[in-house]
């Protein structure tokens, strides 16, 4: 395999390129990949490079791989000797520059320095891309497998280290150890509540278990497509979309809409109760936001929820200087959002007009899209999601089939209820049947109808 790279990597570390993944590749056993990350200097004039190469399994080292290389120094030919040593190697990292030894420079929010001699920055690049050549030699030598071919070309790539994170991880599984040694890459507390493995407590499978709402879900297909296929925007130079935020009154299925976009989208749904946020002491809550956001940028394809968004961007005008704080933080991150694929951000309010501006700016939650009560039709399909649900849990067929005119009562009746308040209504119907004993039978269109106006009218 050979190791290139870029005269513009070498221009964009001169410009004190910011911390960047300059490029990755997967590799055949018994390596996995490698991901070459760069930044320009974190001091003055210096320039860092770190390697990651990950193998498939614990690989073992059984002797020591010396390599061997050459470059000028001031005229002078300089001989260089690099080792791997013997031992089980679960992860290498080859670096070059002031980094990883230096383990806080990963942070990517420490500034980078411009390095104003470009011909040393070549330089340095050129070493780093022969030892790590070496390096990968060495080890398929080692393992008495052939070197793997194709070239892995170094190259200011615009992705982000999250991105770098993400793609080790695709990489391999128990990518833990690295992500560990991250600064703020801890996995966060309890403000958001990541699902468990396999937890699927909804039932919901999609859009297709959202009623009525078609506009909504209009809008989400579009973000579900950003993540799934975010070249399919690049392709037209679209930004893809990063905010949304939906309003309307409460149970009209905003958290339901988030949820069922992470599923069809095949991403992780994180769920912040912005109330329990801004509950948070002093402090405290501008770091578990900013864990919100870290854990979702790792966890990408994520998408990230809050719920009462209002709460935390209350008018800032006469607010207090830590909610001033806590909003300047989310905007931050937002903003930081910027380049990284895969993570959108929802977020959920009743008050639309207690939103706090700053937070619907272009680039931000820049698409607002009303979750009202739904119509007649939206409600029957509400209806029908829910029925249908209830057959599938008893494994039978619990509700009666509604012929037109028990529709037309039950839609009638149900006049301004939002889904929540449908579901509900089915649940009651439900659990009269249990109350009373009832171990076969189903449910009257009537009986649906004598619970959906005791929600409808609760006197
Ligand atoms: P809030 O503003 O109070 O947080 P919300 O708009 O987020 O409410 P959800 O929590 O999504 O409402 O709705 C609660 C439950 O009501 C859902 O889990 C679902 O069972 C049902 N529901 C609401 N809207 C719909 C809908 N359009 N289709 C099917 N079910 C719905």
Known sequence: MEVRCTPELAEAIARGLPLTVAGQIALPPPLAGIVVIAR???????????????????????????????????????????????????????????????????????????????AAVKRGLDLFATVLGNVVAGIYQAAGKEA?????????????????????RRIRKG???VAARVPGQQPPGRVYTPPAEGEDEEEERGFADVGGQAEAVSQLEAVCQAIKDPQSYRRWGVRPPR??????????????????????????????RATDVVSKWYG??????????????????????????????????????????????????????????????????NRPEAVDEALTRPGRFDRLVEVGLPDPAGRQSIFRVHLA???????????????????????????????????????RALEVKVRAGATVGSISQDELLAEAMSVARPW
């Open 175 to 177: 990518f833990a150890g």
């Open 284 to 349: 405290e809550a501008e770091r578990k936001l900013q864990e919100a956001f870290d854990w979702a940028r790792r966890e990408q394809p994520a998408v990230l929820f809050f719920d009462e968004i209002d709460a935390l961007g209350r008018s800032r005008d006469d607010a207090h200087e830590a909610t001033h704080r806590l909003v300047s933080t989310f905007l931050e991150n937002m903003d930081g959002l910027e380049g990284v694929e895969g993570v959108v951000v929802l977020a959920a309010t």
């Open 40 to 118: 320009g200097g974190p001091v003055p004039g210096g320039l860092s490079l770190a390697a990651v190469l990950q193998p498939r399994a614990l690989l073992r080292v059984p002797e020591l791989i010396g390599l061997q290389t050459t470059r000028r120094r001031n005229g002078t030919v300089v001989e260089e000797a690099f080792a791997v040593t013997p031992g089980l190697l679960n992860q290498l990292v080859v670096s070059s520059g002031a980094w990883p030894l230096v383990v806080p420079l990963l942070n990517p929010s420490t500034p980078a320095y411009p390095v104003p001699d470009l």
């Open 243 to 272: 905010g949304v935020l939906l309003y309307g009154p409460p149970g009209t299925g905003k958290t339901l809409l988030a949820r069922c976009l992470a599923r069809e989208s095949g991403a992780r749904f994180i769920h912040v």
């Open 389 to 427: 649900r209830a057959d599938r849990r008893a494994g039978r067929r619990v509700f009666e089939a509604l012929d037109e005119g028990g529709w037309e009562r039950l839609l009638q009746a149900t006049e301004g209820l939002s889904g929540a308040e449908i579901a509900e209504a089915v649940r």
């Open 148 to 168: 793997p071919a194709g070239s892995l070309v170094l190259a200011p790539t615009g992705l982000g280290v999250e991105t770098a994170l993400a793609g080790l």
